[in-house]
């Protein structure tokens, strides 16, 4: 039988440490509950592309230096040129933003913010891998194409990259130093309800 000297030692500084970390701060939140307000600095995590303003002049597709984005262009019955595919590889796009500054319109494509762009396997990799994309030898569950790309503030907020009166509407970073503690979180719960 085990000496009984050290018996719920180990439990009292558990608790110990338990107790003093309840006065403290938050250090981290409760994603996807919660979801920290990015810098206004930040480029961003996608790629927003507007239909209604977009003259298809495939100026972002020549100026981006990895090759992902793709367009498919023809003239309409009124002779203006007309969009009629447009692809982006996430998997290939490093964000540097050459597309939004080389677009003449100035408001056609966004770099935008969302938390939701990743995935955590690949589902599509064995027929996307011989396929003639521009993406080959990539996930396709990284390319977004068409409809995908229309802005929705809601979900995929644009980001202020190239656009100052952009970034003067975005709310400011969320600061995990702002943080409120445990207590004081209860006493907002009970004072909603």
Known sequence: MPP????????????KI????????WITVQYPEQK??????????DIIWDRESCISCRACERACPVGA?????????????????ITV????????????????????IYIGYNYANTTYRCTHCATD?????????????????????????AVRPRSGYYRPERAGELPPQTLLVYQTTYGEDRRR???SR
């Open 129 to 153: 891998k011989s396929g003639t994309s521009p993406s080959n030898g990539h996930c396709g569950e990284l390319i977004r194409s068409n409809d995908e790309l229309l802005p929705n503030d």
């Open 69 to 85: 984005i793709k367009m498919e262009v023809s003239r309409g019955e009124d002779k203006k040129l007309k969009t009629d595919d």
């Open 4 to 15: 009984l000297k050290h018996f719920g030692e180990g439990l009292l500084r558990g608790l």
């Open 36 to 45: 920290l307000t990015m810098s206004r600095r930040v480029r961003g995590t």
């Open 189 to 191: 719960k009970k004072e």
């Open 18 to 25: 338990t107790a003093r970390h309840l006065g403290r701060k």
């Open 89 to 108: 590889d996430l998997g290939l796009c490093i964000f540097c933003g050459l597309c939004i500054e080389s677009c003449p319109t100035g408001v056609s």
